[in-house]
């Protein structure tokens, strides 16, 4: 591990030239998985075929280089191994069959991940071997919340009024939704730990959606509860937290639920990045939107989060998913600009 920068970092050391992958590294904005996917069927098909998410997840480390590979997958093939019904409709989104109730759980079971995700670890083994040993492999989850979210409206949504209307109306019921899939993503990321992921992130996306008392509840508790499973299993596999739009209430995240580094969120001001980075790694937070802009204010923002946050442990990235528009000289323009900062 020691040969691997990312992992360097994430044990808490400060690198002259930071880390750098980016979420959604691999993606639309390639013209080779653009010709990849067109061929090979549904979104799903390319998750649950390891030959075709090796080569997507390796697309990107081949072209520019970076620290670490990220598996090509989804948050959501959780859920549907525990049967509930997930689809993606082109321009659309995902598309779930919607559990509302604590009566929509029957016949939903967690223990079923492992089997229907065994395709993922295959592909997980084989990344590994397929990348060089300085190349950290992330594997991942969604957080609970945000999986929730998805499971109870039925996709994506602007004010979240289904799930919120069930977590407060019956909280009880709501809680067995939430164990579910705690204990679901606990098993899917210890797969991916044994099958050869270096380190895993939660992806909490909707984090911004709660208040305080529910963020602590619905994001903090779950996640936790997945570090410390996750520690008792695989002692040494650092955890980075994503909770993405949390504003002030990142501020005591790390703390709460023992994560090893947390991932911030374009809205995260340095000087708030830097006191977090005291105690844990940090990553990020270039704005996706000025990647796919580029131009000269691309290059000073790279510096300024690079030079910015130098004094200590940071793997650099952005502040959400790179945009399907993001040209992909500016991601190559991005590692260059990093690496000439030496």
Request: with cysteine; hydrophobic share 45%; glycine share 10%.
């Amino acid at each position: 591990m020691t040969d691997q920068p990312m992992m360097r970092v994430l044990a808490g050391e400060a690198a002259k030239v930071p880390p750098v992958w980016l979420m959604r590294q691999a993606g639309r904005y390639l013209p080779e998985y653009r010709k990849l996917r067109e061929a090979a069927g549904s979104f799903l098909e390319l998750c649950y075929t390891p030959d075709l998410a090796v080569e997507i997840t390796m697309q990107p480390v081949r072209r520019f280089d970076f620290d670490a590979a990220i598996l090509f997958s989804d948050i959501l093939v959780v859920p549907d191994g525990m049967g509930i019904g997930v689809g993606f409709e082109d321009g659309h989104g995902p598309a779930l069959d919607p559990v509302r109730s604590a009566a929509g759980l029957r016949g939903l079971d967690p223990d079923r991940v492992i089997g229907h995700c065994a395709p993922v670890y295959e592909a997980v083994s084989a990344i590994r071997d397929a990348l060089a040993p300085e190349k950290t492999l992330i594997g991942f989850a969604g957080g609970v919340w945000t999986v929730a979210t998805y499971v109870v409206e039925g996709g994506s949504s602007r004010n979240f009024e289904t799930i919120k209307q069930w977590m407060w109306s019956d909280p009880a019921g709501f809680d067995r939704l939430i164990d579910m899939l705690t204990a679901a993503t606990i098993a899917h990321l210890s797969r991916q730990i044994d099958a050869g992921a270096d380190c895993v992130q939660i992806f909490e996306s909707w984090a911004g959606a709660l208040a305080e008392p529910e963020f602590h509840r619905y994001v903090v508790a779950p996640t936790r509860r997945i570090v410390e499973a996750l520690r008792a299993r695989h002692k040494t596999t650092p955890v980075i937290g994503f909770p993405r739009a949390a504003g002030r209430m990142i501020d005591g995240y790390a703390a709460a639920t023992g994560v090893t580094a947390v991932g911030l969120d374009t809205g995260v001001p340095l000087k708030q990045a830097q006191v977090i980075q005291k105690s844990v790694p940090v990553q990020g937070n270039l704005d996706p939107i000025l990647l796919a802009a580029g131009g000269p204010a691309l290059t000073e923002r790279i510096v300024e989060i690079g030079t910015g946050l130098a004094g200590g442990p940071h793997i650099f990235n952005l502040g959400h998913g790179i945009v399907p528009q993001t040209p992909p000289d500016h991601v190559a323009g991005l590692v260059a600009t990093l690496r000439g900062m030496a």
